[in-house]
């Protein structure tokens, strides 16, 4: 084995693995990013059902209902023009009211926002970065996304 | 040709720190938000104002290029904004004006003697609708309309004096003069 | 009084940083014994004052000394005193300052421990610490001092968030920082290889125990915070690729790859300007983490309280460290052309997929943390990249490693037999069969992928144990005879062995993370829940008082077949200062899986939404991480690392030095 043709196998195959990884990216960056609609974006753009997508807006006020499970929450989300029905299980943040604004994570169902993920606005100091997301992982929402 | 391909990892470097320098751009807001109200009629609107006050409606705005800016006594970040506010409702050639979103009266009459009165008038948005067709986020922001009744900025949270001196007096200067 | 004699030894440890990253250089360049060893004293005193710096910080939190901005806004006089003290390093300056002062510990370690480094080196690798720590020294001093005063003083701070009051937490960054900053001394180890235009196997012996010391703290750091999260935030996820947690596993995959190919250069003399590229990559990545988290590019909270300046700052530290490292790498590395030649397959050929699918999986992470940044940048839509885009990408470039991973260690060096390695592999791969046809039989084909990957994990973990029982010949010679080749195999060889293993076991935990089950539901008191065979009795929930909250605490029955197994507590705090409320969930884990309940939202009679979960083996994935870091250091703890001096003059040095 000469020195040429080890070269020759290193970057044939540092070529290919290459190769497959931007096909595997730009396969994922295809289905899998997860883009910020407003509800009037919903409205105007015809977003197709079961992409993930994040909705943000504000909680209109008297729209939180919850089910009759004592678990699902009803509510919507308006951006002033318009509104988006969302449906979500689970727990939300403690920040969570009426008029506030959130983003919530999932996917449309006929019309319907079924919500993956909630987060609320939070209002905080600056702190380390370790801790920050931390932060936002509970729930308290801060990040580089469209904040309230 | 080898050493090109050693000069590769420097030059993608170069690539990512210009970039993170385009982002570090203070005027970049990451909290920017596609706001869908831009450019478009503002919606109608007509509040009652505190005893004794006039209240605030679209029609009493036609014609002029105004500042309409939500608060309430209940946040803090208004507060801090509040001298700015003052400023700005000194300076004749700006026509400001509140609307203050879900607030008490009392509270928001209480809030205005404490640190003072900067608008022409006052619309109490008790109920919030009227934040919520401006597609109003959280208190403060700030909105410039036009002669035409459109909305041509929208600032989200308390305005600084950097925000006044580049952005706001500008545009307004601009609105005005057309 | 004491506040300012902190931040006055602060501004001596930066001038005796300065000091420190010019003599020693000039010493080097000149060969001057004197000048050289200006560097250790340097990197010591520095060490002493940055120390002194962090214990009066610490002293001012534990005093609740309110007239210092710093402890106002992360104190309060009712916290206790364990969260006082680790509330320094909860906010921006008091971490950078732990950065700092892990920073010179290092450079303290390297001038008292190196005394087999050619002290032309050891000067070289001082002064380039020397120049990290000037850098960052000034970016405290200028734009994060943590001794700033406050007058009047208030009478009592702001407290810290109560997320952040947590034992897990607390821990968690300083692990975190020994491993960035612990890549630091590879960093200067590499760049003052370029200055000498010499790396040999000798180099490789030097910096890897450094590179194992920063990569067990990372892998123990990362692991702490991905555990913090699963158990308190309620909804049992322990990772979520969001752009923090990336900043640092980014090092981590690239540190994983420095490990493996500087055994290449120390036993081959190959891959020498790889190994470099990676040790300058891995630091690199820690400072972009930094930067990425600290400038408010990526994490801003509020436009106005972030400081653009520091963004600024830290991005020309950036383009100073890894723009001049790169450059001179450009420059210097060409002539370093490698020395053993081998064929592709070979011990050194499954290093290099190691390496090379290491990077790409992240250069995948890295493209999916910025992508977002960079479309926010050029006014783009706004997009966030999560899990689905990390599972696609990252995922497939992992399982190549595993499979890997098994066979690796049983080729030779130069030129390896696959089909021999494989055959030696025989009883990992019918472990694999087993557990895989096993799986499918009591699972059915739905969780198809999440079986799949308990046989990867089977594959990795029986494969280590093969090469194990392939080096002590067990079952081919006598049991006695194997048992001393067990004895004396080096430690190095069995921390390899146990981190593989821990590799498996991490693999295991995260495959399992399919079969969980899931129940969310509101109950009143003497109603229960049923998830996984188990009956959870809620009988209600009562207020207990706390030292800085008070707690909803609920009490559980865990019922299996009739008998109570276990009372839970889950609680929700509420925390009056800061007007917060956070969970604590209850688990009961035996190590096999874990059950979780959380307590959520109570209504008005009496009842409360509970989340309950069944995790099977999610304790392996964190279980997995301590034997990686375990496995590391015992590595690190092999005799062989401390007889570099006699080594480097057997082993003939691709650029012979004059004078050597």
Not at chain 1, 96 to 118: C, D, H, P, W, Y
Not at chain 3, 25 to 38: C, I
Not at chain 3, 283 to 293: A, E, H, I, M, N
Not at chain 3, 466 to 493: D, M, N, Q
Request: aromatic fraction near 10%.
């Amino acid at each position: 084995m000469t020195r040429k043709r080890k070269r020759l196998y290193i970057v044939l195959g540092g070529l290919a693995l290459l190769g497959v990884a931007t096909a595997l990216v730009l396969s994922a960056f295809q289905d899998n990013l997860v883009f910020f609609y407003s509800p009037s974006d919903i409205t105007a753009k015809n977003v197709p059902d079961g992409r993930s997508i994040r909705v943000g807006g504000l909680v209109e006020k008297n729209s939180v209902k919850r089910e009759s499970d004592g678990v699902t929450l009803d509510f919507r989300i308006s951006d002033g023009s318009q509104t988006v029905p969302v449906s979500y299980r689970g727990d939300v943040p403690d920040l969570f009211r009426e008029g506030q604004g959130v983003v919530a994570e999932g996917k449309l169902n006929k019309g319907t926002f079924i919500a993956s993920t909630v987060l609320a606005k939070h209002d905080e100091n600056y702190m380390p970065p370790e801790v920050v997301d931390a932060l936002k992982r509970s729930g308290h929402w801060q990040e580089t996304g469209p904040k309230p | 040709m080898r050493r090109l391909l050693y000069l590769l990892p420097v030059a993608l470097f170069v690539a990512v720190a210009v970039y993170f320098l385009l982002a570090l751009d203070p005027n970049r807001d990451p909290s920017r938000l596609p706001s869908a109200m831009i450019d478009k009629p503002t919606p109608v609107f007509a509040l009652d104002g505190l005893a004794g006050g006039k209240g605030l409606s679209l029609d009493a705005l036609k014609g002029q290029v105004v500042l309409v800016n939500f608060f309430a006594s209940w946040c803090e970040p208004c507060r801090d904004e509040h001298a700015i506010l003052m400023k700005l409702g000194k300076d004749s050639s700006v026509q400001l004006y509140g609307i203050a979103y879900k607030d008490k009266p009392e509270d928001t009459q209480r809030f205005l003697q404490q640190l003072g009165d900067p608008f022409r008038a006052i619309g109490l948005d008790q109920t919030g609708r009227t934040a919520i067709d401006f597609g109003v986020y959280g208190v403060p922001e700030t909105y410039v309309i036009d002669k035409q009744g459109r909305i041509r900025l929208r600032h989200v949270g308390p305005l600084t004096e950097a925000d006044v001196a580049k952005e706001l007096m500008p545009l307004l200067k601009s609105l005005q003069n057309s | 009084m004491i506040v300012e004699l902190g931040h006055f030894a602060l501004i001596l440890a930066a001038c005796l940083a300065l000091l420190q990253s010019i003599v020693p250089l000039y010493g080097a360049s000149k060969n001057h014994a004197g000048l050289m060893a200006v560097g250790q004293s340097a990197a010591v005193a520095q060490f002493v004052l940055i120390a002194l710096a962090f214990a009066v910080l610490v002293n001012a939190y534990v005093t609740s000394d309110f007239s210092v901005v710093n402890v106002v806004e992360n104190n309060h006089s009712a916290k206790p005193m364990l969260y006082k003290i680790t509330g320094v390093w909860s906010n921006h300056e008091g971490s950078m300052l732990l950065w700092v002062l892990i920073l010179s510990l290092f450079g303290a370690a390297v001038a008292l421990a190196g005394d087999n480094l050619p002290p032309g080196l050891r000067a070289r690798v001082l002064a380039i610490q020397g120049m990290i720590g000037v850098g960052f020294l000034t970016f405290i001093l200028f734009t994060s001092n943590p001794f700033l005063r406050v007058s009047p003083a208030p009478l009592d701070g702001q407290g810290m968030n109560p997320v952040l009051q947590d034992p897990g937490l607390a821990f968690h960054p300083p692990f975190l920082y020994l491993g960035y900053v612990g890549f630091s001394v590879t960093f200067s180890f590499a760049v003052a290889a370029l200055i000498e235009g010499r790396v040999d196997a000798a180099w490789a012996r030097w910096v890897r125990p450094w590179a194992l010391a920063a990569w067990c703290a990372l892998t123990i750091g990362i692991a702490m915070g991905s555990w913090w999260a699963y158990y308190t935030l309620g909804w049992g996820g322990w990772w979520f690729w969001d752009p923090v947690e990336n900043a640092s596993f980014m090092p981590w995959l690239v540190g994983t790859a420095l490990l493996h190919s500087a055994i290449v250069v120390e036993k081959r003399d190959a891959l020498k300007s790889w190994t470099i590229l990676l040790a300058i990559i891995t630091f690199s990545l820690s400072l972009v983490g930094t930067f990425l988290v600290r400038s408010g590019v990526l994490t801003s909270v509020h436009a106005f309280a972030v400081d653009p300046a520091r963004g600024a700052f830290i991005l020309v530290l950036l383009v100073l460290a890894i723009g001049g490292s790169l450059t001179l790498y450009a420059v210097r590395a060409p002539s370093m052309a490698g020395g053993g030649i081998f064929a592709p397959i070979s011990r050194e050929g499954a290093l290099v997929l190691n390496n090379v699918l290491l990077t790409t999986a992240a250069a995948t992470v890295f493209l999916g943390t910025l992508y977002p940044l960079f479309l926010d940048v050029v006014n783009g839509p706004k997009v966030s990249v999560g899990f689905p885009f990390f599972n696609r990408t990252f995922v497939p470039l992992m399982i190549p490693v595993a499979l890997a991973v098994a066979a690796g260690p049983l080729l030779a060096w130069k030129r390896g037999d696959l089909r021999a390695a494989l055959q030696r592999l025989w009883f990992a791969f019918f472990a694999t069969l087993a557990v895989v046809l096993i799986g499918l039989y009591l699972a059915g084909f739905k969780p198809v992928l999440a079986i799949l990957g308990l046989g990867l994990a089977t594959w990795v973990g029986f494969g280590s144990l093969c090469e194990w029982a392939e080096r002590v010949k067990l079952f081919r010679i006598p049991f006695g005879e194997s048992w001393r080749r067990a004895i004396h195999l080096p430690r190095a060889s069995y921390g390899m062995t146990i981190a593989h293993i821990g590799f498996a076991v991490s693999i295991a935990g995260i495959a399992a993370s399919a079969f969980e089950t899931e129940r969310i539901e509101l109950v009143h008191p003497g109603e229960t829940l049923q998830v996984a065979g188990f009956n959870l009795l809620f009988k209600g929930t009562e207020k207990v008082p706390g030292p800085n909250y008070i707690a909803d605490r609920a009490t559980i029955e865990v019922r299996q077949n009739g008998a109570t197994i276990a009372v839970l507590h889950p609680e929700r705090r509420f925390f009056t200062l800061q007007q917060m409320t956070t969970g604590v969930t209850a688990i009961r884990s035996n190590f096999m899986a874990d059950l979780y309940v959380a307590l959520g939202d109570p209504d008005d009679k009496g009842g409360a939404t509970l989340r309950a979960y069944w995790k099977p083996l999610v304790p392996w994935i964190w279980i997995g991480a301590v034997f990686m870091a375990l496995g590391g250091l015992l590595s690190l703890s092999d005799r062989r690392w401390r007889v570099g001096v006699a080594a480097r003059r057997r082993v003939p040095a691709a650029h012979p030095a004059p004078g050597e």
